[in-house]
Nanobody, 119 residues
Framework: QVQLVESGGGSVQAGGSLRLSCAAS????????MGWYRQAPGKQRELVAT???????NYADSVKGRFTISRDNAKNTVYLQMNSLKPEDTANYHC?????????????WGQGTQVTVSS
């Protein structure tokens, strides 16, 4: 089993910054892709950013130029640096990690961390 622990959410004013972290722990696994998703009230969950094991990144158009995803493979941790935050970024943010265990791939989700941006 793999456990994900997220941290870093909170409340900020528009234009502010937050940094989210998601640390994976467990035994006998290797991590492939890592990513962040968000879900606002009344809306579907949407992709924010992903990063592959080799460091290639992908961003939603709405966050390009403002958010940066990164990972520390030694710590099994993925980060999301969020700058120039807007009220429309308000959502519950979840990390997702794709893991290989015994040659089988699994997706694990974090519990979510709330980000609230006020105008």
């Amino acid at each position: 089993q793999v456990q994900l622990v997220e941290s870093g959410g909170g409340s900020v004013q528009a234009g502010g910054s937050l940094r989210l972290s998601c640390a994976a722990s467990g035994s006998s696994f290797s991590i492939n892709n890592m990513g962040w998703y968000r879900q606002a009230p009344g809306k579907q969950r949407e992709l924010v950013a992903t990063i592959t094991s080799s460091g290639s990144t992908n961003y939603a158009d709405s966050v390009k130029g403002r958010f940066t995803i990164s990972r520390d493979n030694a710590k099994n941790t993925v980060y999301l640096q969020m700058n120039s935050l807007k009220p429309e970024d308000t959502a519950n943010y979840h990390c997702k990690v794709n893991v290989l265990r015994s040659r089988i791939a699994y997706d694990y989700w974090g519990q979510g961390t709330q980000v609230t941006v006020s105008s």
